[in-house]
């Protein structure tokens, strides 16, 4: 029998209390600092950026901006920059140098609503091909934006004339393996997750979990699919793989109840693509390991390929609070550090241990 020390733990390093809701937290890339984006009681956004230092979160800059902001990435910045960019509730897209934040290095009015999600590809080293950023509103459109291109989308995926508009919660790149190829996936309030092939401009995949999706994620951006998860409200979540698309069955999945309330966001952990954790609307995190079956594919009664789904197992959970925990951002650099906040007005740095043991 193991010793329950053998597995990992989730500690809470850093506590800092808030004075203004939270909504996204992001490590800056090849720092010990982290952005916290929100809006203070008085309607207008905040932008702060804290450094981790002895234990504790110290305040470098704090810039307030006239629109409260939902959502942040530096998914399609060059590490030399670390440029960040942002949606906000007015729906524009803006993307700040953080050492001189007070007017954006890019701005366009992305959407006619609040900007849900947000994602990017192309910088920091990962994925091949052109920076991209997606958006994803309550508008009901899907947009990608060059950040080297004013004005107007690379794509917009938008319902077709006479469809009803539904709340797209969250987006994410993937399958950004070489110069041509990369897909973005879509989350809707309905249980919609939608696949868009952006080479093609084509609708891949689209499925219906039953329940509103609140976080996609690829378990990596920048290779040849291979597994996504969704995590959707009242406690489920799914998981994909991504590599077997049957005509008709489409991708083989395997669905998990972590608890009874809204599973508000999932990330995997960037030095190992199996590991994922998800934050949970009362206040917890759970981390998981996917374990692939013996074969990930087998032949129907036609002779066609379908995917087989393996099985997701708990390493460990934590309650850190009464509110739910919204965000959620591991380290790129540093394995087992993470950013969360959440509605309880507070952003934590959690280390998590023995992740090299599971």
């Known amino acids: ?76 910045t060059s590490l030399q920059q670390r440029h960040i960019a942002t ?32 994602d990017g590809v192309g910088g920091l080293g990962i994925g091949d091909g052109a920076p991209e950023i997606v958006t994803g509103s309550r508008d009901g459109t899907v947009k990608v934006w060059d950040p080297r291109q004013k004005d107007s989308p690379v794509a917009n995926m938008e319902p077709v004339e006479g469809e009803t508009k539904r709340d797209c919660w969250t987006v994410a790149f993937g399958h950004a393996f070489n110069d041509q190829d990369r897909c973005v996936c879509a989350g809707y309030d309905n249980g919609d997750i939608k696949l868009f092939d952006l080479r093609n401009m084509s609708l891949r995949w689209e499925t219906n979990i039953k329940n509103g999706v609140c976080a996609v994620e690829f378990d990596r951006k920048d290779i040849n699919m291979n597994k996504l998860v969704a995590t959707s409200l009242e406690g489920k979540f799914h998981v994909f793989d991504m590599r077997t698309q049957h005509p008709t069955k489409g991708f083989a999945s395997v669905s998990e ?30 981390l998981w390991k996917y374990e692939y079956p013996a074969q990930r594919s087998k032949k129907d009664s036609d002779d066609m390929d379908v995917g087989v789904a393996g099985s997701v197992n708990l390493l460990q959970n934590v309650t850190l609070s009464t509110q739910p925990i919204a965000s959620l951002d591991w380290s790129p650099d540093k394995q087992g550090l993470c950013v969360c906040s959440g509605f309880d007005q507070s952003v934590r740095v959690l280390i998590v241990t023995k992740l090299n043991a599971v």
Not at 23 to 52: A, H
Not at 111 to 118: A, L, M, Y
Request: aromatic share 8%; hydrophobic share 35%; glycine share 10%.
């Open 87 to 118: 949606g906000d509730f007015d729906g524009n897209l803006n993307i700040w140098n953080l050492e001189m934040p007070d007017v954006p290095v890019y701005s366009v009015k992305a959407h006619k609503e609040i900007v849900n999600g947000i």
């Open 257 to 286: 109840k972590a608890h009874k309330s809204t599973i508000w966001q999932v990330k995997h952990l960037p030095q190992n693509r199996e590991i994922f954790m998800t934050a949970g609307g009362a206040g917890n995190l759970h």
């Open 1 to 76: 029998m193991s010793s329950p020390l053998a597995k990992p733990q989730i500690i809470a390093h850093v506590q800092k209390g808030l004075n203004y809701t939270v909504f996204d937290s992001k490590w800056i890339p090849c720092s010990s600092k982290f952005v916290c984006l929100g809006n203070f009681p008085r309607g207008t956004g905040v932008m702060q950026i804290y450094e981790v230092q002895q234990g504790e979160a110290r305040l470098v800059k704090e810039v307030e901006k006239p629109k409260p902001i939902k959502c942040g990435t530096f998914g399609a």
